[in-house]
């Protein structure tokens, strides 16, 4: 029976929810295993909270699964997690569509491996009609990476006289994101006691309440989720007002 549970309201739920997912590697070497060994288990965690974020009716769940920066890891956990992640995601694909979930994936899709591109299209593809949860996986993303290439591109459409420099606002830079179309986040949690944004969604959180928590990932269970609603329903959003 859950405690935290039974006091969100559920009228004023977060409508984008996004975590960075820290803490696997910590996890496994206190027990004495291989880091690897706490990325599977923090697949439990996945499966957890996209449940609990589907279960509530939350619209958007984004994880910060792999950062450009993770590509400097060592070969073996690279490719472990790689394969981790798109295995996973072919396997769930059943479990999505069931639920009604949607998968997205924002980042730089070109650095990916050719297999596991086709699969994480190919589980996009297969639940694109669903109307429940959005659970978007970062994946090779960076936010200096997203408003480098932003400014790339409006910088290219600026010069073939698509985009007049005046015309360039926040809505407009917001549509030359990888997050275009979604909304901003209201809630991000960070999981195993960092108090820092590691490069995630630095643009879209400009009002977003941020959550830290001691517990590492593959502990972090639906009532942690719970219990992060609550305290966010406890803030006062102003938004600069
Ligand atoms: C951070 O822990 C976690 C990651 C870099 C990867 C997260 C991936 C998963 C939970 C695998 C499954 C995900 C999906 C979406 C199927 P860390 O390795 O940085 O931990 P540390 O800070 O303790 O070293």
């Known amino acids: 029976m859950s405690t935290y549970k039974e006091k969100i309201d559920i009228n004023r739920l977060p409508a984008h929810v996004a975590i960075i997912m ?27 909270v996209t449940e609990a974020a589907a279960e509530l009716g939350i619209k958007y769940l984004t994880l910060y699964a792999f950062s450009t920066e993770n590509w400097g890891r060592p070969k073996a956990e690279v490719d472990a997690l790689m394969e981790l992640l798109v295995d996973t995601i072919e396997k769930e694909t ?14 730089d899709m070109s650095r990916l491996p050719d297999a596991a591109l086709k699969k994480l ?3 996009i593809d297969q639940t694109s009609q669903n109307s429940g949860l959005s659970l978007v996986l970062a994946l090779s993303y960076s936010a200096r990476w997203e ?29 030359y994101l990888t997050t275009v179309g979604i909304p901003d986040p209201d809630l991000l949690i960070r999981t195993s006691g960092e108090s820092r ?4 969604l630095l643009w879209q ?4 309440e941020l959550y830290f928590t001691q517990t590492h990932w593959p502990d972090f269970r639906k009532e942690n989720f719970y219990e992060a609603i609550c305290e966010f329903q406890h803030r006062e959003r102003r938004f600069g007002k």
Do not use: M
């Open 94 to 107: 059943p479990t999505l569509n069931k639920n009604k979930v949607r998968l997205l994936a924002i980042g």
């Open 147 to 175: 408003l480098t290439n932003a400014i790339k591109k409006i910088s290219e459409d600026v010069v073939a006289g698509i985009v007049k420099t005046d015309q360039i606002n926040d809505l407009l830079v917001s549509e």
């Open 121 to 123: 299209e190919r589980c």
């Open 197 to 200: 944004i590691s490069n995630f």
């Open 22 to 48: 820290d803490g696997n590697g910590r996890w496994a070497k206190e027990k004495g295993y291989d880091r690897i060994f706490g990325h599977q288990n923090g697949v439990t965690s996945v499966r957890e």
């Open 205 to 208: 959180i400009a009002y977003t």
